[in-house]
Nanobody, 124 residues
Framework: QVQLVESGGGLVQAGGSLTLSCAAS????????MGWFRQAPGKEREFVAA????????RYTDSVNGRFTIARDNTKNTVYLRMNSLKPEDTAVYYC?????????????????WGQGTQVTVSS
């Protein structure tokens, strides 16, 4: 049973940066695409970014493209999300997830294992 644990969230001022980590245990994620999602209060969970198994292919939602960077270190079974130029609208709980297929999917149903989430709050 794969377990994913996110960390690195917190409170930051607008324009600041945070790096989220997602550590996997109980199984490997090295051969799978990985994704980051976020969910703000009262809103549906939305896709943020995804990365293929090797780390060479990435995909971002338009609102974070150019500000966020997804990366992975397969030697550490860990995926990262570097977030720069943060905006108040980035405030949400951020989740990492393991992809079912190799595609860099945007739909949550394309992911099977999920972490518990980490809160990111951006103040204006």
């Amino acid at each position: 049973q794969v377990q994913l644990v996110e960390s690195g969230g917190g409170l930051v001022q607008a324009g600041g940066s945070l790096t989220l980590s997602c550590a996997a245990s109980g199984g490997t994620v090295n051969n799978y695409a990985m994704g980051w999602f976020r969910q703000a209060p009262g809103k549906e969970r939305e896709f943020v970014a995804a990365i293929n198994w090797s780390g060479y292919t990435t995909r971002y939602t338009d609102s974070v493209n150019g500000r966020f960077t997804i990366a992975r270190d397969n030697t550490k079974n860990t995926v990262y999300l570097r977030m720069n130029s943060l905006k108040p609208e980035d405030t949400a709980v951020y989740y990492c997830a393991r992809g079912i297929m190799s595609e860099l999917a945007e739909k949550p149903r394309r992911y099977d294992y999920w972490g518990q989430g980490t809160q990111v709050t951006v103040s204006s």
